[in-house]
């Protein structure tokens, strides 16, 4: 499946990546959406502009220094890791009016992925893990849609993204990037059986 990642003016995919401001995500995000109304539609252009525009750089996992995980900054490399990308989507997903959230939960990796609110439950995004993975020291970039809105009960069974070792993941809908980090202020506990 081809992502569905608009043309867009190239006005404004300049002026995000020159001119680093809320305004100018903004005005990119509201391209990117149009008129759309549908939750699960917006989230999917945000999540396939995401994938297909931004890289894991596999030479940051070689030398154990990681890109800034600040939205804007990982626009203007066009580079992040998971925290890079859960932040990008979470505030693209907040523009667009999104009620969405970091989560983690995974006991045996250091992960951090995406939800969105939409039919009274959260369906997990995982734009970092759809945009490519690595084999060795080769990343493949291959645009995927194989964790983009699973139902939280559902990833559970995936190894990659299985519960913490008390059943639960943790939703934060305060994601704060201030600090160049991923910390979870503001986690909240979702039980599942």
């Known amino acids: ?19 680093l401001h809320p305004a100018t995500l903004q005005a990119l995000v509201d391209s990117l959406i149009g008129s759309e109304t ?4 917006k989230a999917k252009i945000i999540h396939d502009w995401i994938a297909s ?9 070689n030398t154990n220094t990681y890109p800034s995980t ?6 203007a490399t066009g580079r992040g890791e998971c925290c ?45 893990w759809d945009s490519g993975f690595v084999s060795g020291n080769t990343p493949t970039y291959i645009y995927a849609t194989t964790y983009f809105y699973i139902p939280a009960a559902k990833l559970s069974t995936v190894v990659d993204h299985a519960y913490q070792a008390n059943g639960t993941y943790n939703f934060d809908e305060t994601l704060d990037f201030s600090q160049d980090s991923c910390g979870l ?9």
């Open 1 to 19: 499946m081809e992502p569905n990642v608009l043309n867009l003016p190239l006005r404004i995919q300049y002026n995000v990546i020159t001119n």
């Open 38 to 41: 549908s939750t699960k539609k």
């Open 53 to 61: 525009n931004v890289l894991y750089p596999i030479d940051y996992v």
């Open 70 to 75: 600040d939205p804007y900054q990982v626009l």
């Open 84 to 128: 890079g990308y859960t932040t990008l989507f979470y505030t693209m997903g907040k523009m667009a009016g999104l009620r969405v959230a970091g989560v983690t939960g995974a006991p045996k990796n250091d992960h951090i992925w995406n939800a969105v609110y939409d039919n009274n439950q959260w369906n997990e995004i995982d734009v970092t």
């Open 185 to 193: 202020d503001g986690v909240y506990d979702e039980h599942r059986p």
